[in-house]
């Protein structure tokens, strides 16, 4: 067994667009902006995948990585299982290689932007905080602590 990445699919939302994925975090509450090559980074992560098998699908579909080109794939994902987009896992260390696209031209470093300004109005539950009159959302009381 060897450490997997997968894409924590019970908390995240995710939509393709033209030139970016967004991903939508409800647990937390956090948006991102996937672009440049994160997109296809993104999609890998739907199965598990080694970092290693990773790397190896895009150097078949873009050529060597440079070094550099793989600290950003490792950044990314990384950043991601900070933001508990992605989960680290067990696998099998001979996952079959995840399929990119060949684009036939240089890699380009992924580009994920987090967005924290909605966090309280996403993570707020709107079937069970509403209520009968005010409506959503409805915010949970604060509780303060008696000193």
């Known amino acids: 067994m060897t450490e997997c990445y997968v894409a924590n ?20 509450g956090t948006y991102f902006s996937l672009r440049e090559s994160a997109p296809a980074i993104w999609a890998m992560v739907q199965n598990p995948v080694t970092p290693d098998g990773m790397l190896a699908a895009l150097n078949v579909a873009h050529g060597t990585l440079s070094s ?8 990314m994902l990384e950043k991601l299982c900070e933001e508990g987009c992605i989960v680290r896992t067990e696998g099998d260390a001979a996952l079959p290689l995840q399929p990119v696209p060949a684009s036939g031209g240089a890699f380009v470093f992924p580009v994920v932007q987090a967005f924290h300004d909605l966090e309280e109005l996403i993570a707020i539950d709107p079937v069970h905080e509403t209520h009968e009159f005010i409506g959503w959302p409805q915010r949970p009381p604060s509780y303060a602590l008696e000193e």
């Open 68 to 75: 550099e080109a793989a600290a950003a794939v490792t950044g």
């Open 9 to 28: 699919l019970a908390a995240v939302a995710h939509e393709a667009f033209e030139e970016e994925t967004v991903l939508i975090n409800f647990q937390r």
